[in-house]
C-alpha cells in the first residue's frame, strides 16, 4: 500500500510539472507569468475604450503611459508621453526612490440642429509609478511640459561619476 502512495504521488507531481511547467523552477517564471498576465490584463480593458460608444454616452481611455528613464551620471531623467494633457491636469508625486505621474483630462462637446442633438464626452485617464534605481533629492525634482511630453529631471543624492576616457594614438 505504502507503494502505490508514492507512486500516486510521484504521478501527481508528474502531472503538475506537464500543466505548472515552472512547478519545480523558483518563482522567476512564476514572476514572468503575472508580468505577462497584467499587461494582457491591462491590454483588454484598455482596448475595450478604444472605440466610440453611441452618441450620448462617454468615451474613455485608461493607461499607463509610456516612459523613459535615463541615467545622466548627476540626474535621472523621466519623459512621458501626455497626450492632450494639459500641465494643471498632472499629479506629479516623487519620494526618495520612486515617481509617480497621474493626470485626468475630460472634454465635453454638444451640437444642437433642430432636433438633431449630439453631444461626446471623453476622459482620459494615465497613471504610472517607477521605482528609480538611486536616491534623488526630492526637494530639487524640475518638471515641464512641452508638446505632449513631460520631462522630470532627478538630481541623485550620490551622483554617479562619469568614466575618465584617456585617448590612445594609433601607430
Given at each position: 500500500m505504502t507503494t502505490l502512495m508514492t507512486n500516486n504521488n510521484q504521478d501527481d507531481n508528474d502531472e503538475k510539472r506537464k500543466l505548472i511547467p515552472f512547478w519545480n523552477s523558483g518563482f522567476n517564471d512564476l514572476d514572468?507569468?503575472?508580468d505577462n498576465f497584467k499587461r494582457d490584463f491591462e491590454h483588454a480593458f484598455t482596448s475595450a475604450f478604444?472605440?466610440?460608444?453611441p452618441f450620448g454616452h462617454m468615451f474613455e481611455q485608461s493607461s499607463s503611459t509610456v516612459c523613459d528613464l535615463v541615467d545622466e551620471g548627476d540626474k535621472f531623467v523621466v519623459t512621458a508621453d501626455m497626450p492632450r494633457i494639459n500641465k494643471d491636469e498632472i499629479n506629479l508625486d516623487v519620494g526618495d526612490d520612486y515617481i509617480d505621474i497621474?493626470?485626468?483630462?475630460?472634454?465635453?462637446?454638444?451640437?444642437?440642429?433642430?432636433?438633431?442633438?449630439?453631444?461626446?464626452?471623453?476622459?482620459?485617464?494615465i497613471h504610472r509609478r517607477m521605482s528609480l534605481p538611486g536616491r534623488v533629492k526630492s526637494s530639487e525634482v524640475k518638471a515641464k511640459l512641452d508638446n505632449g511630453i513631460l520631462t522630470v529631471d532627478l538630481p541623485k543624492e550620490n551622483p554617479t561619476p562619469q568614466p575618465k576616457t584617456t585617448?590612445?594614438?594609433?601607430?
Open positions: 514572468k507569468v503575472f478604444s472605440t466610440t460608444k497621474s493626470a485626468e483630462h475630460k472634454e465635453s462637446e454638444e451640437e444642437k440642429k433642430k432636433k438633431y442633438i449630439r453631444k461626446e464626452h471623453s476622459e482620459i485617464s585617448k590612445i594614438s594609433i601607430e
